[in-house]
Nanobody
């Protein structure tokens, strides 16, 4: 059974930091691109950050560029999202996803596996 399990969410004050982790089990995702998405209440799921399976290409939404950093450790089958300078508008459920695509997609439909999500709440 393939599983992606996010952790690290929580409540933080504006300006603070959180580090999300996404651990994969059931298969090796070392050749999969990984992405982080988020969904706020009443809004569509949106792309946050993505990383190529090699780790040498990373992409970010404009809204998080300069504040968030995506990374991966293929040996641990884990991808991370370091979130700094958090804002109230970053409040959402954050999901990690894995894609067989050889490129990093920003579209949720391109991803084949999803985690259950972790809540991030930023108080202003």
């Amino acid at each position: 059974q393939v599983q992606l399990v996010e952790s690290g969410g929580g409540l933080v004050e504006a300006g603070g930091s959180l580090r999300l982790s996404c651990a994969a089990s059931g298969r090796t995702f070392s050749r999969y691109s990984k992405g982080w998405f988020r969904q706020a209440p009443g809004k569509e799921r949106e792309f946050v950050a993505g990383i190529h399976w090699s780790g040498d290409r990373k992409y970010y939404a404009d809204s998080v560029t300069g504040r968030f950093t995506i990374s991966r450790d293929n040996a641990k089958n884990t991808v991370y999202l370091q979130m700094n300078s958090l804002k109230a508008e970053d409040t959402a459920v954050y999901y990690c996803a894995a894609s067989r695509s050889i490129v990093v997609d920003t579209t949720a439909l391109k991803y084949d596996y999803w985690g259950q999500g972790t809540q991030v709440t930023v108080s202003s």
